[in-house]
């Protein structure tokens, strides 16, 4: 395979640039780049005709990781980070190893959770014959996401979740912090209830991650995706 390889400046490696493993017929294909050298973080861009240029990323909403097969693990634990993400947004399905265990959500700050009793939630739940019933609380030591799950295929958990955690120099002071979710559970006698809920940690906190888990046990399987929105 035919390729330009370009010398570094020091410690003797090489960089290459390598041409397609085929084409079609006697095809050729120039690439012209742009006479600037672009700003911090753009990216090269083609305008179909062979012309490069730079290229701001306007993806404000960006994946930041994907779990299709997880199970057996206590806790869903992840950092975030405040400078480059506004609010963030999970997605996915649980199941817990444990039969009607409940589904929590804690904010966490120098790599532990924060389980102060200043967490507030309250929920609306919702079931097949029309009826629904509400559940609120307030002085708690985690936020209730969801209530009790079954362990049984296809019972468990359906979350998406919404957070917005606080900044140092947001206004307030500490009016962030809360968390905004719609969702599902099916319980132990597979019994689907839908649910709208909404969460607050009324304290002062700048949260450097957050973590999902059953409020006993392990998780037995879940599947989900993390979300950023740019700051």
């Known amino acids: 395979m035919a390729e330009v390889k370009i010398a570094a400046d020091s410690g003797g490696g090489t960089v290459a640039l390598k041409g397609p493993a085929s084409t079609t017929g006697n095809a050729a294909v120039s ?6 050298d672009g700003s911090a973080n753009q990216h090269l861009k ?17 994946k930041i990781t994907t779990i299709r ?14 400078s480059t993400y506004r609010a963030y947004n999970i997605i996915g ?23 102060a009793s200043s967490y ?13 019933y509400v559940e609120s609380a307030s002085g708690q030591a985690k936020m209730e ?28 002071p500490d ?11 099916v319980d132990a006698s597979s019994d689907f209830r839908g649910v709208q809920g909404c969460g607050n940690y009324d304290a002062a906190a700048n949260p450097d991650g ?22």
């Not at 083609?46 to 960006?62: E, F, K, Q, Y």
């Not at 097969?69 to 405040?82: Q, S």
């Not at 929920?123 to 014959?129: E, F, G, Q, S």
């Not at 009016?175 to 559970?185: A, E, L, P, Q, V």
Request: glycine share 8%.
């Open 210 to 231: 957050f973590t999902i888990k059953p409020s006993t046990g392990n998780f037995a399987s879940y599947t989900y995706s993390l979300y950023g929105l740019k700051a």
């Open 31 to 36: 690439l012209k780049l742009p006479v600037a």
């Open 69 to 82: 097969d997880g199970g057996n693990v206590a806790a869903l634990t992840h950092n975030i980070d405040t």
């Open 175 to 185: 009016i962030s912090n809360f968390c905004t979710w719609d969702g599902m559970r």
């Open 145 to 172: 996401v969801l209530q009790n799950a079954g362990n049984s295929d296809r019972e468990g958990w359906r979350l998406n979740l919404w957070m917005f955690p606080n900044v140092s120099g947001d206004a307030g």
């Open 93 to 115: 399905a649980f199941e817990p190893v444990t039969d009607s265990a409940y589904l929590y959500f804690y904010w966490r700050a120098s790599s532990a959770d924060i389980t």
């Open 120 to 132: 507030e939630y309250s929920a609306n739940y919702v079931y097949p014959n029309d009826n629904h």
């Open 46 to 62: 083609t305008d179909g005709s062979g012309n490069l240029g730079w290229a701001t990323d306007t993806n404000d909403l960006v």
